[in-house]
């Protein structure tokens, strides 16, 4: 037999790789991880008027095994960020990291003894959404780039 | 005027009293706190029956203050509607005042807000521990001497 032509696969896997990645953007279950005025903004964002589901990720669940995109919304401190911690290592691969407002992202105004800054000093992070608090469209935004990240990612298959 | 009854009433307690617009204000020895607080909560010349807050402040850099700590307790009476702060000095080498717990079951979470933020232990408090910062946290962060950006995380880096 000899040995197997990877080659004459590459455009099946590449294909294959582009179609679960298609697949997997639309169908993102998000664990809302809210702990501050962010919150506020998430709501909004996920609710009628400005409707995330239109994105395929309209369904928040509320425990980390069932979600494979963590949404982290609002203020982080020290004495939280062991349980953000264990809630990320709870979720299945393959998962994705936002962080929502700049308090997630870099501590944001708060430079006290209180404040976690930024929540990719704990667990690694995909998107950024700035903003204090972000706008809806900034979200939908954030929500895109991400998507685009999915879809553009070797899919890993267990 | 309802300071100045208070005053020769407790005249071994209470070493100041003013008004300040409004607001009638007391200031006692700390020893004196649970005598004065019971008084004034069962007598119904005063009856102060709502705690409304209860408060540390650190004097660290101020001079004229010789004693470094103060415990504020903010009173209100429903019935009566009047009001009155009293101000409880606490020295730095020991800083403990008696508990009020027991006279008003609001000043618990006050009390342990108070100890955990500015380090005042209460004596007689039914159950003293940290309330807002982690059990594992150094020091007591709202003091003046706390560099107020100084991280102790349980996770990831150090500062
Ligand atoms: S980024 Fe602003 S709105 Fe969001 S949690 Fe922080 S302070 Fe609140």
Redesign the interface.
């Known amino acids: 037999m000899g040995e197997v032509d990877l080659s004459k696969f590459s455009l099946l896997t590449t294909k294959l790789n582009d179609a679960i990645g298609w697949a997997r953007k639309y169908s993102i279950f998000q664990y809302p991880f809210v702990t501050a005025c962010c919150g506020m903004e998430y709501m909004s964002v996920a609710c009628a008027h400005y409707d995330i589901d239109r994105f395929g990720a309209g369904f928040p669940r509320f425990s980390p095994r069932q979600a494979d995109v963590l949404f982290v919304v609002g203020t982080v401190s020290h004495k939280l960020a062991p349980i953000l911690k264990k809630v990320y290592d709870q979720m299945c691969e393959p998962k994705w990291v936002v962080a929502f407002g700049v308090c997630t992202c870099t501590g944001g105004f708060y430079d006290n003894y209180a404040t976690v800054m930024g929540i990719d000093t704990i667990i690694p992070v995909d998107v950024y959404i700035p903003g204090c608090p972000p706008r809806p469209e900034n979200v939908l935004d954030g929500l895109m780039k991400l998507q685009e990240k999915i879809q553009k990612q070797k899919q890993e298959i267990v | 005027m309802l300071t100045d009854v208070i005053k020769s009433r407790f005249p071994n307690i209470v070493t100041q009293a003013c008004v300040d617009r409004v607001d009638n204000f007391i200031v006692i020895k700390r020893e004196g706190i649970k005598d004065i607080a019971s008084a004034l909560r069962d007598d119904p010349q005063f009856d102060f029956n709502l705690l409304m807050d209860l408060f540390g402040v650190d004097y660290l850099h101020w001079e004229e203050k010789a004693l470094r700590f103060e415990v504020i307790y903010n009173l209100y009476s429903l019935r009566k509607k009047h009001r009155l702060f009293i101000k409880a000095p606490v020295p730095e080498e020991d800083p403990s005042i008696d508990s009020v717990a027991l006279v008003w079951p609001a000043a618990d979470w006050y009390e342990r807000e108070a100890w955990d933020m500015f380090g005042v232990r209460f004596k007689g408090h039914p159950n003293l521990k940290r309330i807002l ?2 059990e594992e946290f150094q020091g007591h ?1 709202l003091r003046k001497d ?1 560099p ?10 150090k500062n």
Do not use: D
Not at chain 2, 148 to 157: K, M
């Open positions: 910062m982690y962060p706390y107020y950006n100084f991280r102790q995380p349980l996770v990831g880096p």
